[in-house]
């Protein structure tokens, strides 16, 4: 199915910013007489808004509709969802916060977009057994350059095992290692063993802790663990997607370690040639990776490698979408809790075969929407919160959580006044789930209040039934935990049904074009989920205290050291 065109996409838009507010709230009546104003039909206040199938229905129809082309970034139809959640917000009486002076609902982001230029890309690598070559896309995959149209250069490689460099947490792979002006080979991810969550903040530090010893590029070999997790099958279709970065009001590129000048990873064929003639073999390091809590030490190889990379670039943007709602408390509302989801989705894929439009229904327009109900809940309610609410839908989260990175390096409200996020992303509004997943939620004070209220609609707050996977650090929550904000991400849980459908969309629509309004959405479902964290932020914008991270939690006191704990 495939309604596209400037015309659909023009009569959604005007329908969308044509309707009255009051034919909106109009659909939210329910059995009872309660309007979503938060009036009953005598005049009297309710107690609570109500949240009903309809108005998560209608954001969530529209945002995924064909006719905004799957909102890649950068895209019309991504700039039509932004409009349309900027709508909203103008609707409901917020107050603009795409700038600092609160004169427009967008802030505006330039980004890089690198692909390989027409010479491509390769790596060769020369040792004991001769020379051997791959292209981009063959037994290598590499990425283009943020910094050279045309890199070529070449060095000594030099594994360094997983390369983490955390002496105070028992990884020291450099110790006796010199890979100053050379290329470090390591392992993917993290010894087996290791706290999921901090393994895998470790292994996107990697680049960095490269960079800070004085290497110039990094090679990556997939452990066995990993090959499980990735096939090279699957890394194969992101050999030749383009690669994105914010530019900082310099102009510049912002990444991690500008210092690594390339970067790749390894199928079998090239790792074997890259550990040719070394003092362990391939299959010897890699069986050792294998074992629980093996950290192979690092050496130097006997091969060389020189990368080969022709870039082309090209310059697009995309907004984040921000809205704020003054607290009441003139204590606290120069705090803020940040209510947010991310609006970009995979866009349009003209190489694939059938239905080209990745829609993004549950990943993430179900997130969106319910971004949009909570605000219309805190702006119609007649007792606004104490604390300041920033209702922020942010770009570029499939590109790298950049959208949101970009907010938390830039941030349009004083970044000291930020006191806690909840992250809505892919809540899997499927079924009539009886639990929710915070993940995060055992490191700060919020947990205990995402807790309660879910409890007061009889749901029940569940662990993280995937720890392995380290999703506390993969959604855009995160990147303000790097500034060291306590923050949770929200989804529905594992409960009753949830594990079969979880596994089913992961397995068969996860980024897929069939994540789409064909799907049985449970909107009444999806009316209890918009309920919930609204109650949520609720508690956390009212609660006398700001949210704190708990005692000797390692996220606390990595980002946030010398403040205030929970438990001291």
Known sequence: MRITGSIRAAMLIATALATPLAAQTATAQTATGQTATGQTATGQTAPEPVFTAAGMRGHVAFLADDALEGRGTGTRGYDIAARYVATQFDRLGLKPAGNAVGTDWFQPIRFQERSFGPAGASLRLTGPNGTQSWKNGTAIITRPSPFEANAAFEAPVVFAGFGLDKRDLGFDDYRGLDV??????????????????????????????????????????????????????????????????????????????????????????????????????????????????????????????????????????????????????????????????????????????????????????????TVLEVARAFAEAPTKPRRSILFLA??????????????????????????GVVNLDMPLLLYDFQDVIAFGAEHSTLGPQVAAAASSLGVTLAPDPTPEEGIFTRSDHYEFVKKGVPAVFLVTGYGGEGRRHWEDFLKSRYHQPNDDLAQAIDWNAAGKFARINYLIARDIADDPARPMWNKGDFFGDTFAPGKPRAGR
């Open 394 to 419: 942010v770009t570029a989260e499939e590109k790298g959580l950049l959208g949101a990175s970009y907010f938390a390096e830039h941030p349009t409200i004083p970044a000291d006044g930020i006191a």
């Open 180 to 369: 100053k002006g050379k290329i470090v080979a390591v392992l993917a991810g993290f010894p087996k063993g290791t706290n999921s969550e901090i393994g895998a903040h470790l292994n996107a530090e990697k680049a960095k802790m490269a960079e800070a010893r004085g290497a110039i590029a990094m090679i990556t070999v997939p452990t066995a663990e990993y090959a499980k997790a990735f096939p090279w099958s699957t890394l194969m279709q992101y050999a030749t997607v383009p690669r994105v970065s914010f530019l900082d009001p310099d102009g510049k590129p912002h990444v991690d370690a500008p210092g690594i000048r390339a970067g790749a990873t390894l199928d079998t064929p090239a790792a074997e040639a890259l550990f040719a003639g070394a003092k362990r073999s391939l299959a010897d390091v890699l069986a050792e990776a294998d074992r629980s809590g093996g950290k192979p030490k690092g050496f130097a190889l006997a091969t060389r490698a020189r990368f080969q990379i022709a870039t082309a670039y090209k310059d697009i943007t995309s907004p984040n979408v921000a809205a704020v709602l003054p607290g009441s408390d003139p204590k606290l509302a120069g705090e803020y809790i940040v209510v947010m989801g991310h609006l970009d989705h995979l866009g349009i894929r003209p190489e694939k075969e059938g239905d080209t439009i990745y829609n993004g229904a549950l990943d993430n327009a179900a997130g969106v929407a």
